[in-house]
């Protein structure tokens, strides 16, 4: 199922030839749509290794989803709450501290949806009308076996138009 799942999500995609400030607002927006508006968040911390996957975009890809893995721009985002960056090797020495490191993280970052990551928007085909439409996986990791990933729709009239959300897919991530 995941596999087909991956196949899906090439359809009538083409690489992102947005900007890299409307990248950012394509972020925002996916972001206010499910850690604001869905899971109220208090505070967002993202995966910013750039030599390594976080751990549910590394799901994602060994299942055969394409995608290209994106470390947020922060200053970018603007979002209206805090916001923390997390690298493998800060993961790693925390969790090598700690006997229980989830729980410690949490206590670290309490009020969070865990450890994000984002891929590089898509840029889907055009609707009739000329309106844009893109998509941008959000994974998710809050625990050693807690993962979850959306593909976020989004979609804007015209490229002077704010991005709005036109659905969140949960996607199937196999079990570990």
């Known amino acids: 199922m995941v596999l087909a799942l991956g196949a899906s999500l090439c359809v009538q995609q083409r690489p992102a030839t947005l900007s ?47 995608f290209e893995a994106l470390p947020p ?32 993280w949490f206590a670290r970052y309490p009020a969070s949806s865990g450890l994000v990551a984002l891929t590089r928007p898509t840029v889907l085909a055009e609707s009739p009308d000329g309106a844009e439409r893109v998509a941008v996986i959000v994974g998710r990791t809050c625990g050693e076996h807690c993962h979850s990933a959306w593909r976020v729709t989004l979609h804007r009239a015209t490229a002077t138009d704010a991005w709005h959300t036109l ?8 079990r570990d």
């Open 20 to 66: 890299d400030g409307e990248q950012a607002s394509v972020h925002r927006a996916a972001l206010m749509a499910l850690f604001d508006a869905r899971e109220h968040a208090k505070q967002l911390v993202f995966w910013s290794d750039t030599a390594n996957l976080s751990p549910t975009l590394q799901l994602l890809r060994d299942a055969g989803v394409a």
């Open 73 to 104: 721009d922060t200053a970018a985002l603007a979002l209206p709450l805090p916001v923390h960056l997390e690298s493998l090797a800060t993961l790693e020495q925390q969790f090598h501290a700690e006997p229980d490191g989830w729980e410690a």
């Open 167 to 174: 659905g969140i897919e949960p996607l199937a991530l196999p």
